[in-house]
C-alpha cells in the first residue's frame, strides 16, 4: 500500500511525464481514493477554466489559467500549478 500524499504531491505524480500517465505508479503512490477523486477534479476544473483567447499566445493562456488555479486553490504548490498549466495548454494546442 502507497503512502499518503498530499493533493499538490498527487497531481505531479498525476502529471508525471503527461500525456503519458503511468496508472500502476500513480495508484501505488497514490492509494486513497478521496485524494484520486480530488485531484480528478482538479483536472476537470482545469479544463474547464474559461479563457478570453483574443490575440494571446498559448504561453500567456497558459500563465491566465496558472493565476487562475492559484486564486482558486491557495492550497496547491507551485508544481502542481504549473503542471495543471501545461496540462491546460496540451490539451488546447
Do not use: C
Amino acid at each position: 500500500m502507497g503512502a499518503s500524499v498530499n493533493l499538490s504531491d498527487a497531481v505531479v505524480l498525476f502529471l508525471a511525464g503527461f500525456p503519458r500517465h503511468d496508472g500502476e505508479k500513480y495508484l501505488a503512490a497514490v492509494d486513497d481514493e478521496t485524494t484520486r477523486a480530488a485531484v480528478q477534479a482538479l483536472l476537470d476544473e482545469t479544463r474547464q477554466i474559461p479563457v478570453e483567447w483574443g490575440n494571446k499566445t498559448l504561453p500567456e493562456i497558459g500563465q491566465e489559467v496558472r493565476d487562475e488555479l492559484r486564486r482558486r486553490h491557495p492550497e496547491l504548490s507551485e508544481t502542481a500549478v504549473n503542471r495543471l498549466g501545461s496540462y491546460f495548454t496540451y490539451l488546447v494546442r
